[in-house]
């Protein structure tokens, strides 16, 4: 069996000979014990029963060459390198900084500063008004004595030279008989001169009191007075108790340092980063200045090679720690412009959870755009963040009572003030979370039984054929007005066209996809809409608090675009709603702590990256008001349909109506006007479970969207006698279904 001995002789000789053939030191050098050994002749894994003898036999080959091997490659040698980039390249490559701060750019953002400042220089003022007669005027009164006094002892110093008696003393103690004389004659010609000056104020002094008490008007009397109360109230308050009081108390931060980002970082477990600092280097590199960004610092670090944000993310807890700031004020992002490794710490002054109820931006708007991006809350650095509706579906999942209905009512109210959309709410809860908005849906649905879940799996089957509809219709529009085959403002607004955007909300949508009876069906119904719908304006938000496979179907949470995950209770939840993997790249939900942390969450789709959210918030009456206004909206243009019209849901599965043809069916071609009050009558005669109950301001809501106006027409009574009332014209209903059926047949 070889020896180690002999490794050991086999690198010594070979270290000699490329010592003796080389100018450079043998040390440095890496050889391959297993090409030294070949070159000698032996195999890397000789047999037992060789002998050393003629290993050293063949290892003394004066030629190595024949055995077809070379000596081994010093790794220090010369190699030919590429030179880098030329001094035009890097400057053209260099990242330039942004010459205005990003809040002076956006306007939100600029005006939320002026606004902040205007308030606090108006609460400083008010405060300090407020208090002007009622604290500060008594204060002063209250130490003019003492500031009288005061004065007067100032004055008595200072005639006396008592400022200098100090250092006189101190000379006369240590015997400075020079220095004290020369400060005694000093002190004689200021006293001279001071009490010159002291005599002559007072005398000055004394005419003046005397002008104001017997001379001056009551005006300068009193003005007087004013003044030495409040300068000798002034000179009379002590040091440790000022006139005024603070109006703000600012809270006092840490101001964010690389010492104490690199303290910190080192603390958090990632040993790339703790070898360093343990050698006294830093572990991370700052590619650019601490700065303020918002309410907090922005720091923009190199991590070590290998060490990616998202191992930085799983250690937040830690992070935040090693800062000494609370959780909710440690954010860790990736730069999605840079590599892996760039790290944006962002350190916020205050706790995301505390900054409060986030006002709504459309809460007192008049009307929105579902074309554009729709309003949804601030991060936590202040910035308002939106989500794009029209080509997208959103999944909302989290616990029960971390904000997710209330994150539903946000963006069912940005769609509610876009009159073109068709809103079907599904509030599978039962709480009426929704009901607010009931006035505008055209499908609405609030309950947990079976019957209101099979009213929205019948919404998720008529989506699906909605679907198929659109995509022929698509399909049949010229190339110049849908190049992209996809839905549009322009081709939305073509009403006749029947291709407007179609939001459909299902809250609580575990209860209907893992419903015994309903929920296969809707899973797939969902996941065919999902897939296909979001280029022909059909736009699904699904919220659930119970993200598994059996309660969220794979193809539904796999093919969503937005996703908004709040607190969740683990890893499988949070990429069931966030995509697969997030929990492992840091996008962790389960970060968030229960109640405090309610209506922040992980918005993933609607950027580049994934961001922290911190949700608007409308309440019952604030949703109420817009809903109202949604209505108001919606009745002028005449887009009120379906359930807020009072009209009978659509069935897959029962008998479907068409008031038109019924209202007709009523009105014989012999009678040309007729009074809506009995065209109802007659309709709840003909289909009491459908019209039961309507009057004649049913009828004429129900007509308006049809292009039916109701005008005065004459009639009689049934008492005979002869009247005018709000009714409609025949004609009028027989051009609205030709129109209608002709439409229907260019579909």
């Known amino acids: 069996m070889k020896h180690p001995d002999d490794d050991n002789e086999l690198f010594n000789r070979l270290e000699a000979d490329m010592a003796a053939d080389s100018d450079t030191p043998a040390r440095g050098h890496v050889v391959d014990l297993d090409k030294a050994r070949t070159a000698r002749g032996e195999s890397p894994d000789p047999a037992p029963n060789q002998s050393a003898n003629s290993e050293r036999h063949q290892s003394s080959d004066p030629d190595p060459t024949e055995s077809g091997n070379s000596r081994p490659t010093p790794v220090d040698s010369s190699v030919p390198t590429v030179s880098g980039p030329g001094l035009v390249d890097r400057i053209k490559n260099s990242k330039r900084l942004d010459v205005f701060p990003a809040w002076m750019k956006s306007r939100a953002e600029f005006m939320e500063a002026l606004g902040w400042l205007a308030g606090h220089v108006g609460h400083t003022a008010a405060y300090h008004a407020v208090r002007v007669p009622f604290v500060y005027v008594p204060k002063l009164v209250w130490r003019s004595p003492r500031g009288a006094l005061n004065i007067l002892g100032r004055i008595g110093r200072w005639a006396v030279d008592g400022e200098g008696e100090a250092l006189r003393q101190y000379t006369a103690t240590n015997e400075q008989v020079d220095e004290y004389l020369k400060l005694s004659r000093q002190r004689d010609r200021r006293v001279r001169l001071r009490a010159i000056l002291t005599i002559l104020g007072a005398v000055f002094a004394l005419g003046l009191g005397l002008f104001l008490v017997f001379g001056a008007q009551p005006l300068t009397q009193v003005l007087a007075i004013t003044v030495a109360v409040l300068g000798c109230g002034l000179a009379g308050a002590p040091a440790d108790a000022p006139l005024a009081t603070r109006a703000v108390i600012k809270t006092e931060v840490q101001k964010l340092t690389s010492d104490i980002v690199v303290k910190a970082m080192a603390s958090i477990g990632i040993g790339q980063i703790a070898s360093a600092v343990a050698k006294g280097q830093d572990g991370i590199r700052f590619v650019a200045p601490i700065t303020r960004e918002g309410p907090g610092w922005r720091a923009d670090i190199d991590l070590p090679l290998g060490v990616t944000v998202a191992d930085v993310a799983d250690r937040r807890a830690r992070l935040a720690s090693g800062l000494r700031r609370p959780l909710g004020c440690v954010w860790p992002d990736a730069d999605p412009n840079e590599h892996e490794g760039r790290l944006i710490l962002w350190v916020g002054d205050r706790d995301l959870s505390k900054t409060g109820i986030v006002k709504w931006q459309l809460a007192n708007a008049r009307r929105h755009d579902i074309f554009k991006r729709n309003p949804f809350g601030i991060d936590p650095r202040g910035r308002a963040q939106s989500v794009p509706m029209i080509q997208h579906n959103i999944l909302i999942g989290s616990l029960p009572g971390q904000g997710k209905t209330a994150s539903v009512r946000v963006l069912a109210c940005g769609?509610?003030?876009?009159?073109?959309?068709?809103?079907?709410?599904?509030?599978?809860?039962?709480?009426?979370?929704?009901?607010?908005?009931?006035?505008?849906?055209?499908?609405?649905?609030?309950?947990?039984?079976?019957?209101?879940?099979?009213?929205?799996?019948?919404?998720?089957?008529?989506?699906?054929?909605?679907?198929?509809?659109?995509?022929?219709?698509?399909?049949?529009?010229?190339?110049?007005?849908?190049?992209?085959?996809?839905?549009?403002?322009?081709?939305?607004?073509?009403?006749?066209?029947?291709?407007?955007?179609?939001?459909?909300?299902?809250?609580?949508?575990?209860?209907?996809?893992?419903?015994?009876?309903?929920?296969?069906?809707?899973?797939?119904?969902?996941?065919?809409?999902?897939?296909?719908?979001?280029?022909?304006?059909?736009?699904?938000?699904?919220?659930?608090?119970?993200?598994?496979?059996?309660?969220?179907?794979?193809?539904?949470?796999?093919?969503?675009?937005?996703?908004?995950?709040?607190?969740?209770?683990?890893?499988?939840?949070?990429?069931?709603?966030?995509?697969?993997?997030?929990?492992?790249?840091?996008?962790?939900?389960?970060?968030?702590?229960?109640?405090?942390?309610?209506?922040?969450?992980?918005?993933?789709?609607?950027?580049?990256?994934?961001?922290?959210?911190?949700?608007?918030?409308?309440?019952?009456?604030?949703?109420?008001?817009?809903?109202?206004?949604?209505?108001?909206?919606?009745?002028?243009?005449?887009?009120?349909?379906?359930?807020?019209?009072?009209?009978?849901?659509?069935?897959?599965?029962?008998?479907?109506?068409?008031?038109?043809?019924?209202?007709?069916?009523?009105?014989?071609?012999?009678?040309?006007?007729?009074?809506?009050?009995?065209?109802?009558?007659?309709?709840?005669?003909?289909?009491?479970?459908?019209?039961?109950?309507?009057?004649?301001?049913?009828?004429?809501?129900?007509?308006?969207?049809?292009?039916?106006?109701?005008?005065?027409?004459?009639?009689?009574?049934?008492?005979?006698?002869?009247?005018?009332?709000?009714?409609?014209?025949?004609?009028?209903?027989?051009?609205?279904?030709?129109?209608?059926?002709?439409?229907?047949?260019?579909?």
Not at 443 to 451: E, L
Not at 510 to 526: E, M, R, S, T, V
Not at 538 to 556: E, N
Request: net charge neutral; with cysteine.
């Open 415 to 747: 769609a509610a003030l876009d009159p073109s959309v068709e809103l079907w709410l599904h509030e599978n809860k039962g709480t009426g979370d929704l009901d607010s908005l009931e006035c505008v849906s055209h499908r609405f649905v609030s309950g947990i039984d079976d019957d209101s879940i099979k009213y929205a799996a019948d919404s998720l089957k008529l989506l699906r054929e909605e679907v198929m509809r659109r995509a022929k219709a698509i399909k049949m529009l010229p190339r110049d007005l849908c190049p992209d085959k996809r839905i549009t403002r322009q081709i939305a607004d073509k009403r006749s066209l029947k291709l407007w955007p179609l939001v459909g909300v299902f809250d609580e949508c575990q209860n209907l996809f893992a419903h015994p009876k309903y929920g296969k069906q809707a899973g797939d119904d969902a996941e065919f809409i999902i897939k296909l719908g979001r280029a022909l304006g059909v736009i699904l938000i699904l919220a659930t608090q119970r993200p598994d496979k059996d309660s969220l179907p794979t193809g539904i949470s796999g093919n969503v675009s937005i996703r908004f995950a709040l607190k969740v209770a683990g890893q499988v939840e949070n990429d069931m709603i966030l995509g697969t993997s997030a929990y492992k790249n840091g996008v962790r939900a389960t970060s968030f702590r229960p109640e405090i942390d309610a209506g922040n969450g992980y918005l993933a789709g609607a950027t580049a990256l994934p961001v922290v959210v911190r949700t608007a918030y409308l309440d019952d009456n604030a949703t109420h008001a817009i809903a109202q206004r949604a209505h108001a909206l919606r009745k002028a243009e005449g887009t009120l349909s379906g359930h807020a019209l009072g009209e009978e849901a659509e069935s897959t599965t029962g008998p479907t109506y068409d008031l038109l043809a019924d209202v007709a069916a009523v009105v014989p071609p012999t009678e040309e006007r007729v009074w809506n009050e009995r065209i109802a009558a007659r309709l709840a005669e003909l289909r009491p479970e459908v019209y039961g109950g309507w009057k004649g301001e049913n009828v004429t809501s129900a007509l308006k969207p049809h292009g039916i106006t109701t005008r005065g027409v004459a009639g009689m009574t049934d008492d005979g006698e002869r009247t005018t009332r709000r009714g409609i014209v025949r004609d009028d209903l027989t051009k609205a279904i030709a129109e209608r059926d002709e439409n229907r047949g260019a579909a």
